[in-house]
Protein backbone atom coordinates (compact mmCIF):
# COMPACT_ATOMS: atom_id res chain seq x y z
CA UNK A 1 0.00 0.00 0.00
CA UNK A 2 1.02 3.62 -1.12
CA UNK A 3 -0.15 6.96 -0.77
CA UNK A 4 0.35 10.36 -1.89
CA UNK A 5 -1.60 13.70 -1.20
CA UNK A 6 -2.71 15.85 -4.30
CA UNK A 7 -3.25 19.26 -3.30
CA UNK A 8 -4.86 20.12 -6.59
CA UNK A 9 -7.17 18.28 -9.08
CA UNK A 10 -5.07 16.14 -10.98
CA UNK A 11 -5.67 14.44 -14.18
CA UNK A 12 -9.58 13.68 -15.03
CA UNK A 13 -10.13 14.31 -10.91
CA UNK A 14 -11.87 17.10 -9.93
CA UNK A 15 -10.68 17.52 -7.02
CA UNK A 16 -7.83 17.64 -4.63
CA UNK A 17 -7.56 13.88 -2.92
CA UNK A 18 -4.93 11.23 -1.31
CA UNK A 19 -4.14 8.63 -3.87
CA UNK A 20 -4.00 5.06 -2.40
CA UNK A 21 -2.89 2.21 -4.21
CA UNK A 22 -3.17 -1.16 -3.11
CA UNK A 23 -2.28 -5.13 -4.47
CA UNK A 24 -6.16 -6.89 -5.00
CA UNK A 25 -5.77 -9.19 -2.82
CA UNK A 26 -5.86 -6.30 0.13
CA UNK A 27 -9.48 -5.49 -1.72
CA UNK A 28 -11.75 -7.58 0.61
CA UNK A 29 -10.41 -5.93 3.95
CA UNK A 30 -9.14 -2.73 3.11
CA UNK A 31 -12.43 -1.35 0.97
CA UNK A 32 -14.86 -2.73 3.82
CA UNK A 33 -12.76 -0.60 6.71
CA UNK A 34 -12.74 2.59 4.47
CA UNK A 35 -16.56 2.07 3.76
CA UNK A 36 -17.11 1.75 7.53
CA UNK A 37 -14.42 4.33 8.48
CA UNK A 38 -14.42 7.14 5.66
CA UNK A 39 -16.73 9.47 7.64
CA UNK A 40 -17.41 12.39 5.68
CA UNK A 41 -14.80 11.73 2.57
CA UNK A 42 -15.50 10.74 -0.41
CA UNK A 43 -13.72 7.74 -1.68
CA UNK A 44 -13.52 6.83 -5.22
CA UNK A 45 -12.54 3.53 -6.35
CA UNK A 46 -10.87 2.00 -9.94
CA UNK A 47 -9.09 -0.98 -11.14
CA UNK A 48 -6.14 -0.79 -13.16
CA UNK A 49 -7.10 -2.65 -16.17
CA UNK A 50 -5.29 -0.86 -18.71
CA UNK A 51 -8.13 0.82 -19.98
CA UNK A 52 -8.30 3.95 -18.43
CA UNK A 53 -11.76 5.22 -19.47
CA UNK A 54 -13.66 2.76 -18.18
CA UNK A 55 -11.41 2.13 -15.38
CA UNK A 56 -12.58 5.06 -14.35
CA UNK A 57 -16.34 4.93 -15.39
CA UNK A 58 -18.05 1.67 -15.70
CA UNK A 59 -15.77 -0.09 -13.48
CA UNK A 60 -15.74 2.55 -11.19
CA UNK A 61 -16.74 2.55 -7.37
CA UNK A 62 -18.02 5.87 -4.98
CA UNK A 63 -18.38 6.05 -1.28
CA UNK A 64 -19.91 9.16 -0.59
CA UNK A 65 -20.86 11.97 -2.86
CA UNK A 66 -19.91 11.64 -6.68
CA UNK A 67 -18.26 13.94 -8.53
CA UNK A 68 -17.89 14.69 -12.54
CA UNK A 69 -14.80 13.18 -13.98
CA UNK A 70 -13.40 14.10 -16.71
CA UNK A 71 -13.48 10.70 -19.01
CA UNK A 72 -12.20 12.98 -22.12
CA UNK A 73 -9.01 13.22 -20.77
CA UNK A 74 -8.61 9.63 -20.22
CA UNK A 75 -7.77 7.38 -23.33
CA UNK A 76 -9.35 4.12 -23.83
CA UNK A 77 -6.28 2.37 -23.49
CA UNK A 78 -3.54 2.44 -21.67
Given at each position: VY??WHD??VG???S?????A??????AT???WL??N????T??L????G?????H??H???M??????K??Q?????
Amino acid sequence: VYGRWHDVPVGPHPSAMFQVAFAPDLFATLVPWLALNRGPLTIFLHPETGFPRDDHSKHAIWMGRQQAIKLDQLPERG
